[in-house]
DNA sequence: CTGCTTCTGTTCGCCACCGAACATTCGCGT
DNA sequence: ACGCGAATGTTCGGTGGCGAACAGAAGCAG
């Protein structure tokens, strides 16, 4: 069902009117994104964007003593390199494939160039960059206040959204270097899940087997993020019919 | 030596060039800011946007059940209202005077109005976003990974950075609301600072005796938020010089 | 099939922070 | 100058997550 190769798989390349995707289709390159792969380190220049069409990737903070924590996720809604049109070039942040798949580049300049025309791709790009805001926002709120069961369904739960799927290729030691947590609070809190019927996981794969009840078992952050970004990213749901 | 009714004393306000100051200039409101006062609620349309000169507003989340969390404060380096220009129009925030002093307020049309004539504005907000994402994200990173001593430490500079002074007005329960913990933590917290001579308080009123220790005492987050902060926005810091 | 690596499960003591309850002290208003 | 309310100080048991160490189990390579 998933179509790598497709632009609009991304739901901003999706939503762009036809002149804006005249200029720019012709420039993207479809890129296998390995897990692992770590697209910019911390204060590196950007290159290149990427809109990731069937992969994730996580924007995390590595500090001095290499603890990190990952402060948002971004999927086929979005793209990766927001400074380069923010007018800061870089950031202190890391950006790693989460889940292996496939991303469309383009040039840095290219994307600036389009956004300083002031049209629809920037008003695109500003609404996805506030609902990044939100949800880096909502993080910092999490990590204060919520426990680690609370907080793996929640992460679980954005990362499968951005897949549109039931299963992610995951070990638990990942999970835990995402929320910045011990990877024994994760076995814990993912065994609870298993036992309650709510996944299935072995050896890095993890299925969801009730949505419903997981939901009902993470934290409110979880739906004030994902409100937030159908607010401001409505018509991008369904972009693919506006084409 | 504060004018708060000079709008030079705001960053953005300063370093805007002769023809956007000709435009904005004579639609500010010097508006006097109140402890406590709510400058706008979670979900709430904008009608205005604030520059601080001499106040301090903190951006927080509440959550459902009235814990909240701070996720970045807002001075005279800044601006209150990024929705409205970013095209949300509305946040999940709550934004809260949390140091008494003055703003200017504008009408969010005349701000989205000069936003959009792409000229220095843009830029400037545009910068100014991606270091208040910088320091969101660090406020995740910390809210993670550090103690309440290393936060109330962090906590103090940028309050400080933000009012050009080396005294605050603020009680250790407003504190604890901001960094989201405990009142009895910050209580602590603020103990072992004063007793190492590195801070002065009684009832509210704070001083900071020795800010080079007390920066030793914070968590690297203070030094990557200030970095990023005197990086995006070098212009500003003598915004005045340029006029 | 064997052995090795990777992933997951489990345990233990420890500590920071929580929640609650209460004591004290300061300073402002009248 | 007195009294009340606000701000700060202190204590206690409880607990969630940490750090470390190790044991089983599942898959892969040869």
């Given at each position: 069902m998933l179509k790598p190769a497709d632009p609009h798989q991304n739901h901003i390349l999706a939503a762009l009117p036809a002149e804006a995707r005249e200029r720019l289709y012709p420039h993207l390159e479809l890129v296998p994104m390995p897990l692992g792969d770590v697209l910019y380190e911390s204060g590196n220049r950007l290159r290149h964007v990427y809109f990731p069409s069937t992969c994730i990737v996580s924007l995390l903070y590595v500090m001095e003593d290499g603890a990190s924590a990952e402060i948002a996720v971004v999927g086929n809604e979005g793209i990766i390199g927001?400074?380069?049109f923010m007018g800061g070039e870089t950031t202190p942040s890391r950006a790693l494939v989460q889940s292996a798949g496939h991303a469309f580049r383009l040039k840095g300049q290219l994307l600036k160039d389009e956004f300083n025309r002031s049209g629809e791709l920037q008003h695109l790009l500003l609404r996805y960059t506030q609902a990044l805001i939100t949800q880096m926002a909502q993080t910092a709120v999490c990590n204060r206040h919520h426990s680690v069961d609370q907080q793996l369904c929640r992460w679980l739960l954005?990362?499968?959204?951005?897949?549109?799927?039931?299963?992610?290729?995951?070990?638990?030691?990942l999970i835990a270097n995402m929320l910045g947590v011990r990877r024994e609070g994760v076995t814990e809190a993912a065994g609870k899940l298993q036992s309650a019927g709510l996944i299935h996981y072995s050896r890095g794969r993890i299925t969801v087997l009730d949505r419903p009840r997981l939901?009902?078992?993470?934290?409110?952050?979880?739906a004030v993020v994902k409100k937030e970004f159908d607010r401001l990213l409505p018509h991008l749901v369904d972009g693919r019919k506006r084409a």
């Open positions: 927001i400074a380069l954005l990362s499968l959204d951005r897949l549109s799927s039931d299963r992610l290729t995951m070990t638990q030691e939901e009902a078992r993470a934290c409110e952050c979880y």
